[in-house]
T-cell receptor
Framework: DGGITQSPKYLFRKEGQNVTLSCEQN?????MYWYRQDPGQGLRLIYY???????QKGDIAEGYSVSREKKESFPLTVTSAQKNPTAFYLC????????????FGSGTRLTVV | DAKTTQPPSMDCAEGRAANLPCNHS???????VYWYRQIHSQGPQYIIH???NNETNEMASLIITEDRKSSTLILPHATLRDTAVYYC?????????????FGQGTELSVKP
């Protein structure tokens, strides 16, 4: 079945450590996105990529980095520069510019202790 | 993209229609209305979108007022599994850099 997979579902890290969240899709979608969600809040866009080897900052990119070396993969690194990294992270993909909707993964809940 | 306003929460009896309102008074002529929902601790799910005309699919109906300043998402026969946060989003059909901006949404509770 086609879909978008995020792993792991839960992740714990010590403060000051970088951590990389995985996002893989087999939908042959061009565009991929990373969102962050805090408790009781809507989603905020971190980074997005519309084609391989290209990506743009979203509204809250500080302290995060991404790469898009393959169409299927869009990993997100949460660096030690991110002041408040504990959150629910969601990856999404879309055909072209997402006119017919985005497909979301099931999310990774990151807790930094 | 235009801003949307939704009530923070609503209740609905199981089996009845759930009507979720959304105000988007600053919507532009080329902006579409999208609806997504998010069940607790899962990724959001696309429901429906429209420009001017009312739309219907297997999940829901979307009613857009003639002046396009507001819309209503209708779940015709709500079930307990429809309990979720529903997001109304306005965006252009031509992408503005891939941004899908989520507000606070409406938390719908379907009760037996």
């Amino acid at each position: 079945d086609g879909g978008i997979t995020q792993s792991p579902k839960y992740l714990f890290r010590k403060e000051g450590q970088n951590v990389t969240l995985s996002c893989e899709q087999n939908l042959n979608h061009d565009a991929m996105y990373w969102y962050r969600q805090d408790p009781g809040q809507g989603l905020r866009l971190i980074y997005y990529s519309q084609i391989v080897n290209d990506f743009q900052k979203g509204d809250i990119a500080e302290g995060y980095s991404v790469s898009r070396e393959k169409k299927e993969s869009f990993p997100l690194t949460v660096t030690s520069a991110q002041k408040n990294p504990t959150a629910f992270y969601l990856c999404a993909s879309s055909i072209g510019q997402g006119f017919y909707g985005y497909t979301f993964g099931s999310g990774t809940r990151l807790t930094v202790v | 993209d235009a801003k949307t306003t939704q009530p923070p929460s609503m209740d609905c009896a199981e089996g009845r229609a759930a009507n979720l309102p959304c105000n988007h008074s600053t919507i532009s002529g080329n902006e579409y209305v999208y609806w997504y929902r998010q069940i607790h601790s899962q990724g959001p799910q696309y429901i429906i979108h429209g420009l001017k005309n009312n739309e219907t699919n297997e999940m829901a109906s979307l009613i857009i007022t003639e002046d396009r300043k507001s819309s209503t998402l209708i779940l015709p026969h709500a079930t307990l599994r429809d309990t979720a946060v529903y997001y109304c989003i306005v965006r252009t059909g031509v992408n503005q850099g891939g941004k899908l901006i989520f507000g606070q949404g409406t938390e719908l509770s379907v009760k037996p």
